[in-house]
């Protein structure tokens, strides 16, 4: 296991970027309605979800999650 912390990342964006940068792929941002972001992600549509999710025991069967120890400040 990796614990992997990023000095000088302002945003979700930037973190997006700096693992593809360190993985070797590039990174296209895509947007969609939330209400539909589970069904995209299971169509193949896109392949990481990068904001807080609920977990739920459903969302369990079909997705795969990583407990994330950064905090998002909302303002």
């Known amino acids: 296991m990796y614990l ?5 990342l302002n945003s979700v964006s930037d ?3 700096e ?3 360190k993985m070797g ?3 296209k941002f895509v947007s969609n309605a939330w209400d ?3 069904l995209a992600l299971n169509s193949k549509k896109f392949d990481v979800i ?3 999710v609920s977990i739920t025991n ?5 997705m795969l999650f990583l407990i994330s120890k950064m905090k998002e400040f909302q303002q």
Do not use: D, H, P, Q
Not at 4 to 8: E, I, K
């Open 15 to 17: 973190l997006a970027n």
């Open 25 to 27: 792929i590039k990174i």
């Open 4 to 8: 992997v912390y990023f000095y000088g």
């Open 36 to 38: 539909g972001i589970f």
């Open 19 to 21: 693992l593809g940068k």
């Open 50 to 52: 990068m904001s807080t």
């Open 58 to 62: 459903e969302r369990k069967k079909t």
